[in-house]
C-alpha cells in the first residue's frame, strides 16, 4: 500500500503557468519534505515542514511556494514555471529526525 | 556546504559483488543512509550507519568509517532487479535534512 502518495504523476504545464503538485501520506509522519532531482543530479531540498513549521533553504528560488494545510497533506507550488525547473519533483516524509525519509514515486515535471 | 561522492556508474554480471564507495566531506555527522532508485521511481531505503561498521541486511551491506568519511554499499549475489541508481546521503549534526550525492547507476548483465 502506497504511503506516500504524489499526484499526478506526470505533470505538463506551459512556460508561466501555475501549477501545484500534490503530496499526501498515511504515515502521521511530523516532517514532510519536497526535493527536486534532475537527471543525473542528486535530489536537491526545497522546503520541508517539522509540523507545521515551515522551513525554506536559503537557494530555493522565490517562485516556489508551499502549503501544509493539515498532517496528511503537503502542496507544492511554482508561481511561473521556467524552462529550468522541468524536473522530478519527490515529496518525503519521516517520522522524526532520527528516522530514515520515505519517498512518494515523485511527480515529473515538463514545461512547454 | 556539504560534498558527497560516488562513481557515476558501474557494470557486474548477475550472481557477482558489487562495491559502490561514497566520500563525504560535511558540516558535520549524524547519520548515513543508502537509498535505491530504479528509473522513473521513489527512492527506497536500504540502510543505515551512524556507528563505523558493517551492518548487513541480506544480500546488502553498508560499512561506515567516520574518521575516513567513507562509506561503502556491497550488494552481493547480483540479481537483474537490482539495476538502479544507489544514491548515498548524509545528515549532518542537529540536523535532521539529508545532503544527497548524485547517485551510481548500477547496470547488472546476464
Known amino acids: 500500500d502506497a504511503m506516500v502518495i504524489q499526484n499526478p504523476r506526470y505533470q505538463v504545464t506551459q512556460f508561466g503557468k501555475p501549477v501545484t503538485l500534490s503530496c499526501s501520506q498515511t504515515l502521521n509522519h511530523n516532517v514532510m519534505y519536497w526535493y527536486q532531482q534532475k537527471s543525473s543530479q542528486a535530489p536537491k531540498l526545497l522546503f520541508h515542514y517539522y509540523d507545521k513549521d515551515f522551513n525554506n533553504e536559503a537557494d530555493t528560488p522565490d517562485n516556489f511556494q508551499s502549503r501544509r494545510p493539515n498532517t496528511s497533506f503537503c502542496f507544492l507550488d511554482i508561481r511561473s514555471p521556467g524552462l529550468g525547473d522541468a524536473a522530478m519533483y519527490l515529496c518525503?516524509?519521516?517520522?522524526?529526525?532520527?528516522?530514515?525519509?520515505?519517498f512518494g514515486d515523485g511527480t515529473r515535471l515538463s514545461i512547454l | 556546504g556539504q560534498n558527497i561522492d560516488q562513481p557515476t556508474e558501474m557494470t557486474a554480471t548477475e550472481g557477482a559483488i558489487v562495491q559502490i564507495n561514497c566520500t563525504y566531506q560535511t558540516s558535520g555527522f549524524n547519520g548515513l543512509f543508502w537509498y535505491q532508485q530504479h528509473a522513473g521511481e521513489a527512492p527506497t531505503f536500504l540502510s543505515y550507519n551512524v556507528l563505523d561498521g558493517l551492518e548487513e541486511k541480506g544480500r546488502f551491506s553498508s560499512f561506515l568509517s567516520r574518521s575516513k568519511g567513507y562509506s561503502y554499499l556491497l550488494l552481493k549475489e547480483l540479481q537483474m532487479k537490482d539495476s538502479a541508481s544507489y544514491l548515498c546521503a548524509v545528515r549532518p549534526s542537529n540536523d535532521y535534512k539529508l545532503s544527497f550525492g548524485a547517485g551510481t547507476t548500477v547496470t547488472v548483465r546476464a
Open positions: 518525503a516524509t519521516s517520522r522524526a529526525e532520527r528516522d530514515p525519509q520515505h
